[in-house]
């Protein structure tokens, strides 16, 4: 009986190796080494750029939102780290020109091409002379040359954030057809064949704000109506943000009217920058 309730005989195997099971700990510390050898090659690289790179990776960290001025933010941080302020279109302005140098026959007609920094952003008029220079005559089909000088534009201005507005202008020389085809149509129409030509060649389809003719109400020089310099289409890189003192756009305008001022996006406004409110009607007054 003593025999039968013997005690169960125990086996132990031990398991060669290299010290058995170690968990998960080795993944932790090498993640944590990854990262930091990725900070590392981040400040190095910071370390070697120039001052505009960290100033758009600093502008991002301190204004992530974009709701700010700072460049790295969604509302500015494009166009090679132009900030494109006010203070900036000047540097815009000489990239512009350095660009457009590249232009075969450019140096023949440069006095044709004025840019100018203005209140409401930056101004490039393309100006024709006597003979025609980007558009042909009496129609609004652009030259050869034309063509390339803004399809050269559009290349450097779709990098910008910037909205753009095309603006078309005549001289003073009665100009119309049998279909009642005036200065007013072909104003319009040079300003928007501009804008197709720009829009397949790199500026968005959402960046051009406004498409203006103006006919002769807007002259170069109003000391000689029938200027030639008269007839040009100006492009206007606007402010990303209304420039502090600057005037506000104004609606084209009857021959002696006054038209109506309007915000960036074209709303309108008061003279205190107001939403415009209806008011009494008055008698019109007579103009000449």
Known sequence: MADQEQAPIIIKKIKGGHGGHHGGAWKVAYADFVTAMMALFIVLWLLSSDEKVKQAVGGYFTDPSGVGKMVGSNMNGSGDGLTLKEDDMDNLKDKIESALKQ??????????????????????????????????????????????????????????????????????KPFSSASG???????????NAARRIMQTHGVRSNQVGQVRGFADQRLRMPEDPNHASNRRISIIVQYMQPAKGAPEVEEAAAPGGHGEKTDSHGEKKDAHGGEKKAEPEKKPANHH
């Open 103 to 172: 232009t075969p026959d450019f140096q023949k007609f440069k006095k044709n091409v004025q840019i100018t920094v203005t209140g409401e952003g930056l101004r490039i008029e393309m100006l024709e002379n006597e003979k025609g220079v980007f558009f042909n005559s009496g129609n609004a089909e652009p030259s050869v040359f034309g063509k390339e000088l803004i399809a050269k534009l559009s290349s450097e201005l779709g990098k910008l954030p910037n909205f753009l507005y095309m603006e078309g202008h005549t001289d003073a």
């Open 181 to 191: 085809y005036g200065n007013w149509e072909l104003s319009t129409e040079r300003a």
